[in-house]
Structures are given as C-alpha cells and as structure tokens.
C-alpha cells in the first residue's frame, strides 16, 4: 500500500542524466583558474542546473567556484557573453561539444 504524500513534502531530487560528465567538469572548475574555458563551462553547468531539482552536489561546487573566483552569476555572465562574441571558445576540442542540454 503507497503512503500518502503530505502538501509539505519536498519532490525527491532527480538524477540529472549529464551528471557523470558534468561531475569532471565541476573537479576541474574546483581546481582550475578562470580562463575563458572554465568560465564557459561554469556558465553552460549554471544555466543547465538553473532550477533543476536534484544534483545538489554540483550545484554547491559551482557556488564554491564562483566565490574561490569572486564573481557573482551576473558578472559570469556578462563575461562570458563577451567571450563567446568575440571567439568561437569551443572550436577545436574535439572531445568538447557545446552540450547546453
């Protein structure tokens, strides 16, 4: 027999299906510098997560990096679009797709 659910109980997070790539992606921002690279992934992993129920654990590393860099996402952001208008970040890694999804 299903308990019932009260009106307070939370959903139970989810597994984003990314979670394993973007995991490695996350050590290497926690490690890295905030070369144009990083600052795209950390961008690209910011909007993927923006209000995704689940994934906590990358969520809070990519906090952590934002502070370790002392940007707010606002100032990420503006960076970043000012990367991608002038160059093509991504050209040339092969292993690296822009994967927004």
Partial sequence: ?????SKNQQPKDQQHP????????ANTLLAGEPSDYNLAELARLRIRYRGFPGARDIQADM???LNRWQLT???LFAKTRQIHQTSQI???R?????DWS
């Fill in 1 to 5: 027999m299903a308990e019932p659910t």
């Fill in 18 to 25: 990314q979670w394993e790539s973007d995991r490695q992606v």
């Fill in 63 to 65: 906090e952590k990096v």
């Fill in 73 to 75: 996402e606002e100032a």
């Fill in 90 to 92: 991504y050209r040339g």
């Fill in 94 to 98: 092969s292993n690296q797709r822009e």
